[in-house]
Each structure stands twice: as structure tokens, then as C-alpha cells.
């Protein structure tokens, strides 16, 4: 299984794919896509390698808001997030894309390191979510384990897990 490292941009423009692309490409696979089609076709793909997904809310076959809209109906990315980088500004687009879950509103022009610093740091969020979720899974089941022992009255088996269980939580 590859690792979970991707980043999915997606602009009708190849220049802004360029630009974007060159800001992520040293510490992320990138994958450029120019229409949303393209992007709904590769997450229901690749979904579990993304990492964030840059998104342009104006393109010609199928804007932005439609990407969202469709992978809000058919429960795409949930766990991805979404940045909208765009120059429509207005009000009413804004309020739509965060209702439909987008993280941040990045407006054009943007300044490179400020876009790429904002970005790396809901990735990073999302990553620590990841792993704690991971942990607290694995606690639960330690948990569990250490519930049945004891119901089966195997003191000394549970109070090995209990010791684990401590250990983990250090």
C-alpha cells in the first residue's frame, strides 16, 4: 500500500497546476488534474493516498462547487481537506464552499509561502487526528481485552494487559 502523501490540485489552468505544484513537490506526491470529472474519477481511485486537494471553483465542464457538492452526495475525501483557491471573493461562493466542508479560502492572487505554510498545517492537523484516532482504537481494544479477562476472572492475564494499557498511555 502506498503511503498516504498525495496532494490533488485541481485548476482548468496549467500555469496555476505549475505554480502550486512546484511549491508541494519537494514533500508530496502531486497529482494534476483539469477539470473536476477528472478529480472525482481519481479520488474515488486514490482517495486513501490523498493528502489535501487544492480545488479552482471556476473551470469550464465542471466547476469547483460541483466537485464538492458531488463528494459531499457520495461521501468522497470526507476525511481530506479541501482548499479552495480561487479569485471569486464573493460572499455567497465563500459561505457555499465552507457549508459544503472546504478547510480554508485561499484568494488569487496569493502569496506562495503563506498558501503553502496555511496548507501544511491543516495536513499536519489531519495527520495527528489520524494517528490519535489509530491510538485510541488501539486502547479501546486493549480496553476490551482486559474487560472479557477479568469477566473470566483471569486476574493475573488482565492485570498484564492493564500494565500495557498504562504503558501505552505514557
Given at each position: ?19 502550486l505544484g512546484n511549491l508541494f513537490k519537494k514533500n508530496y506526491d502531486i497529482v ?139
Amino acid at each position: 500500500m502506498r503511503s498516504k502523501n498525495t496532494i490533488l490540485i485541481v485548476d482548468d489552468l496549467e500555469i496555476n497546476r505549475a505554480i502550486l505544484g512546484n511549491l508541494f513537490k519537494k514533500n508530496y506526491d502531486i497529482v494534476e488534474v483539469s477539470d473536476g470529472d477528472e478529480a472525482l474519477e481519481y479520488l474515488k481511485k486514490e482517495e486513501q493516498n490523498v493528502v489535501a486537494i487544492l480545488l479552482d471553483l471556476i473551470m469550464p465542464k465542471v466547476s469547483g462547487i460541483e466537485v464538492l457538492k458531488t463528494m459531499k452526495a457520495e461521501n468522497i475525501g470526507k476525511d481530506i481537506p479541501v482548499f479552495v483557491i480561487t479569485a471569486d471573493n464573493s460572499e455567497k461562493v465563500m459561505y457555499e464552499a465552507y457549508e459544503l466542508g472546504v478547510k480554508d479560502i485561499l484568494e488569487k492572487p496569493f502569496v506562495p509561502y503563506f498558501l503553502k505554510k496555511r496548507i501544511e498545517s491543516v495536513i499536519e492537523l489531519y495527520k495527528l487526528k489520524e494517528e490519535q484516532k489509530k491510538l485510541l482504537e488501539s486502547l479501546n481494544n486493549q480496553f476490551s481485552e482486559v474487560l472479557k479477562l477479568i469477566e473470566e476472572n483471569k486476574i493475573k492475564e488482565s492485570e498484564k494487559l492493564i500494565k500495557e494499557l498504562k504503558d501505552n498511555l505514557k
